[in-house]
């Protein structure tokens, strides 16, 4: 790799003595380097965060800051405000046609991440395995592992559009399988799993008994293509862990705020988990998710218009640049292949933010198949999107 003229301080030693084995066992997220990096430099455009550059619509804000002043600032109950468990009820109904009940299978959670470990503590006992397509969220893993289950990669591919293979799926069930996490529209690919992919894992979770966890945070952000929720499947809803969240669909990363609904037996256990470990997510984040749920559905459609453009603008880009990049019809990443370059994605990465001061992630942060690749994210102005295809333009034909 190429040494960076700005270098990041050793992060302190782990306590050996002290710490578990499964902290220890942690890998440091691989997106959090080039993030910290890019944060010290001047002129950086990143395409590296992975969230909205818009702030969140006003009058999500005005219902937070309303709830505030008018002095609600206690807890709600465990699973949430019962308001906003009704009106997520009735959201996935109008949207999927799934019907969950808002007294005993919805619970609100600090962030889709909170929910997702939630789903992991509940399920999982040591051992236990957990196949996840990759390239995927960097937290996926950790949170596999952090319950003491077992993560067992299957790599996704770029000929194949990012889609999971049932039959690769399927080679990897073992008698120790506990469920499937599948995240569609995918962080890092973009990519969205068709009807067809999705019912063929359906079959596998059918003929294998096993649990699918289905993380959907990004699934209004779909460019020309269906969303297909996986618990609205034949067969599916009771053995799905339907994971979602605020964050990307209506740009509100920093209120924490995400959910999840599932069969009330298996719901009940992830309550029992975050009634012991948060209590309640923050209630003025429940008031602002509230207010997005009844009347935050122009503001989804106006983000995902720009987004739609940029995704258009970025992906000719970086292909005219000599850098295949499949066409994501989800979410707001672009996965150009780099190793034609014959620098690996990490060398990339590296030099790019160096010599041309544009920050992207390498692929291999995201598990199995992700090496060759890098992240470039476009929840960022169309401009600097534009100056960064520029930048990197220069820098691919300098190679
Ligand atoms: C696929 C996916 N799931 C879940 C999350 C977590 O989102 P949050 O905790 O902000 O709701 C992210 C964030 O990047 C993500 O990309």
């Known amino acids: 790799m ?3 003229s700005i270098q990041l301080p050793e992060p302190p ?49 005005e219902a937070g800051i309303d709830s505030l002043m008018k002095g609600d600032t206690h807890y709600t ?19 999927y046609g799934v019907t ?21 503590t509940a399920l999982l006992n040591p051992g236990d395995e957990v196949i996840i397509p990759t390239p995927c969220f960097v937290a996926y893993q950790a949170e596999v ?59 596998l979770a059918v003929k294998h008994d ?16 269906e969303h297909v929720c996986f618990a609205a499947l034949p067969g599916m809803w009771e053995r799905t862990i339907f994971l979602g969240g605020f964050s990307k669909d209506y740009a509100m990363t920093g209120w924490r705020i995400g959910f999840a609904a599932a069969p009330a037996g298996i719901l009940q256990g992830m309550l029992r988990v975050h009634q012991y470990t948060i209590m309640s997510a923050p209630t003025m984040a429940q008031r602002g998710a509230l207010e997005a749920l009844l009347t935050g559905e122009s503001y989804v459609l106006q983000m995902k218009k720009e987004y ?37 994605s990490d060398e990339f990465a590296t030099r790019l933010l160096e010599e041309e001061m544009v920050a992207v992630v390498p692929g291999e942060a995201f598990g199995a198949g992700g090496d060759g690749y890098v992240r470039c994210s476009y929840a960022t102005a169309y401009e600097k999107i534009e100056e960064a295809m520029n930048r990197m333009e220069r820098f691919v034909k300098r190679l």
């Open 210 to 225: 096993l649990i699918v966890i289905s993380d959907e945070i990004y699934d209004r952000l779909v460019y020309g293509v």
């Open 308 to 344: 739609d453009r940029r995704r258009k603008l970025i992906v000719r880009r970086l292909n005219e640049m000599g850098l295949p990049t499949f066409e994501p019809k989800g979410a707001f990443y672009a996965f150009p292949k780099v190793d034609g370059t014959g620098l690996t």
């Open 13 to 61: 030693k782990l306590d050996k003595k002290y710490l578990s084995r499964r902290t220890q066992d942690l890998k440091p997220s691989g997106i959090r380097k080039f993030f910290d990096i890019a944060a010290m430099m001047d002129d950086v455009i990143s395409l590296g965060v992975g969230e909205p550059d818009f702030t969140t619509p006003a009058p999500i804000l």
């Open 2 to 4: 190429s040494p960076l």
């Open 100 to 120: 969950y009940n808002p007294a005993t299978e919805i619970l609100f959670s600090v962030g889709g991440s909170e929910a997702l470990y939630l789903a992991a």
């Open 145 to 203: 592992a952090l319950t003491g289950g077992v993560p067992v990669e299957v790599p996704c591919c770029f000929e194949n559009n990012f889609e999971p293979d049932p039959k690769e799926i399927e080679a990897a069930i073992t008698p120790n399988t506990k469920a499937i996490l599948l995240g569609f529209p995918c962080n890092p690919t973009g990519a969205v799993a068709s009807r067809e992919t999705l019912l063929a894992i359906a079959a």
């Open 77 to 95: 109950s465990n699973a949430g405000l019962a308001e906003l468990r009704d009106a997520m009820a009735a959201h996935l109904q109008k949207l």
